[in-house]
């Protein structure tokens, strides 16, 4: 099979798709939830048993690994050749024609891809730094792995990345 993207599946739009990245990956599917993409990484040895589960879940397969073009897979596949993360998120933001939605980032967990939850502001009392306490006034939470999130540097890190690496496809 080719690089090139074919879908085999029904057409969903750019916010529904969803992707599994191998291994090496990692730092790209982060960047994938940040925009609020349904990013799994897939922690083996990429292989036969990752393109099952892409094809059970219907994601789309970003990898790094040349081999995997080649192999029997009926759903899409994208080989990402860059190592740099910033080219790499690039490429699939225009391979896929993704539309990023400001409203849709920073609703993700960062570390186990689940959608994160709105909590009261004192439920994180004791959970958040005292100075983040005393000058945030939201929070998300994250049900599965109980990660915090609120608007801090590391967001306004991400916006600066994304502006140097994506800016014509922020809105």
Not at 26 to 54: C, H, N, S
Request: proline fraction near 6%; charged fraction near 30%; include cysteine.
């Amino acid at each position: 099979m080719n690089s090139s993207p074919k879908n085999n599946f029904s057409s969903p739009s750019t916010e529904d798709l969803k992707f599994l990245t191998d291994a090496s990956l990692a730092r790209l599917a982060k960047w994938l939830r940040i925009l609020g993409f349904d990013t799994t990484v897939y922690p083996q040895e990429a292989g036969r048993p990752m393109l099952r589960i892409a094809d059970q879940e219907k994601r789309i397969v970003l990898t790094r690994r040349q081999d995997m073009t080649e192999r029997q897979f009926a759903g899409t596949l994208f080989l990402i050749t860059d190592v740099v993360v910033g080219k790499q998120l690039k490429s699939v933001i225009e391979k896929f024609s993704l539309k990023i939605d400001r409203e849709r980032m920073f609703r993700i967990c960062l570390e186990c891809n689940e959608a994160l939850k709105p909590v009261m502001r004192e439920e994180v009392r004791d959970l958040v730094p005292p100075y983040v306490f005393e000058n945030c006034e939201q929070y998300n939470r994250c049900s599965r792995c109980g990660k915090i999130y609120w608007m801090g540097t590391h967001p306004r890190n991400a916006l600066r990345f994304m502006e140097r690496h994506i800016p014509n496809h922020l809105p």
